[in-house]
């Protein structure tokens, strides 16, 4: 029996379990693979919101992403929450020179609102994180903070993918989820040289939409590490998060997780 792609998730920690390390970890499983993991925060935090943030030093976030990187064949790589500037560069820093596809999701706000990317850090993720990254997976509101751009519709979506084209990003994919629709979400899929593809799946009406972005952002390496194509990747990812919605629940108070474990037989 071969053994399942090695994937790599460089993100901040859900005490919750519902987003963030937790939620990639459970994707990448779920998808067949094999996770490993760069802690770049902890959070203290429920289906209620984020009560608290502890960074390490960045100088060990390096450290565990170089032995990470010693110890195993990774087959591709996400990022999510960094949160400071220094850790950034140290991200950066040690996935100079890969040789495995990356998707980088800019988390910067919580489900609940809470701020989990620092001010001063947006320039350094636009800077070092953008350039070279196989995908980039921003929402609206991610999208219009790294352009500037107000986005309300596809064509400013597919305008806003451009701009993230020319920062330097392979790919990027503007999740629908924050557009106003009742019956759809609607991605839009940008690469260089092509018009944008918009990429729709009926809406999932829930209040337990916890880590979404994380989810899809960690199928989406998934695929990669197991060699699909960008776009088939993309579509997978997006069937296995519609899927996650469907069969969502709420494990405790608050806003409720999707289900990672949905496509698995008990």
Known sequence: MLNPPNILTIAGSDSGGGAGIQADLKTIMALGGYGMSVITALTAQNGLGVSGIHAPDAEFVALQLRTVLEGFPVTAAKTGMLFSAPIIHAVAQGLRGRTFPLVVDPVS????????????????????????????????????????????????????????????AKAVLIKGGHMESTVMVTDCLC???QPAKFLPQAKVETNNNHGTGCTLSAAIATGLGKGLPLQAAV???????????RRSYAPGKGCGPVNHAAGLRS
């Not at 609206?140 to 064509?155: F, K, V, W, Y």
């Open 235 to 245: 579509a997978r990812a997006q069937e296995y998060l519609n899927l996650a919605l």
């Open 109 to 168: 706000v919580s489900q609940s609102g809470s701020r989990l990317l620092q001010e001063e850090a947006i320039v350094a993720l636009k800077q070092e994180m953008l350039p070279g990254c196989d995908l980039l997976t921003p929402n609206r509101p991610e999208a219009e903070m790294l352009t500037g751009l107000r986005i309300n519709s596809g064509e400013d979506a597919a305008a806003a993918g451009e701009k993230l084209l020319s920062l330097g």
């Open 191 to 193: 690469m260089p040289d």
